[in-house]
């Protein structure tokens, strides 16, 4: 698959969670949750190998595509704070539908950018084969990405290939502990029977009212 392809996908598929998320009612915070850390997942994988692999490969080649990339860079730079400030708030949160659709109208803003004006420039600068071998790159780097957003974090090399593998390491830390928890919590819920009807608490009859 080559350049412009794999990253076309990327976008679709992140489209595709903009639009479940979009479809999902009111009060479905459990849906909205894993939805939301799907795209923390997918938007800081495909940032990071765009920071690392594609733009860098690309000023290289046609210093008229510079400024596009800058724009990118900086388009990235705000999508990431607020996937910052997703990746762990409650989707009960007052805030939380209103910062995913201010999420999606920005990362939707650049893909749009990107598709219509960037990846064209792109293809005339590259031969057929070239694109391929950068894909082929793009998903090497995909590999070992950080799955979590880093906005304060160099978003250019070599700065940003260093603390990309730094980050990459912590959020398989993160990631693990993460599943651990969750891990935990539904075997609390299933030994304690959450949901099932309980006991009155002792020195309570059964028509006392709840205590607060």
Do not use: C
């Amino acid at each position: 698959m080559d350049a412009i392809a794999l990253l076309k996908t990327d976008h679709k598929t992140v489209e595709q969670l903009f639009r479940r998320f979009e479809k999902a009612g009111a009060n479905a915070h459990k849906l909205k949750r894993k939805l939301v850390e799907q795209m923390v997942l997918e938007l800081s994988v495909h940032a990071a190998i765009e920071e690392q692999v594609f733009y860098p490969a690309v000023r290289t080649r046609s210093e008229s595509m510079k400024e596009e990339v800058l724009r990118s860079l900086e388009e990235h730079h705000v999508v990431k704070w607020v996937l910052s400030e997703l990746d762990e708030l409650p989707a009960e949160a007052e805030r939380f539908d209103a910062k995913v659709y201010v999420l999606m109208e920005n990362v939707r803003a650049h893909v749009l950018e990107e598709e219509t004006t960037l990846f064209p420039a792109v293809k005339k600068a590259f031969k057929p084969q070239e694109l391929r071998e950068l894909g082929a790159l793009l998903e090497s780097a995909k590999q070992a990405a950080p799955t979590r957003p880093h906005p304060l974090a160099p978003d250019t090399p070599p700065g940003n290939l260093v603390a990309g593998a730094m980050s990459a390491v912590m959020d398989i830390g993160r990631d693990a502990l993460r599943a651990a928890r969750r891990k935990a919590t539904t075997k609390v819920r299933e030994v304690t029977g959450r949901g099932a009807k309980q006991p009155p608490a002792p020195g309570y009859e059964a028509g006392d009212a709840a205590s607060p």
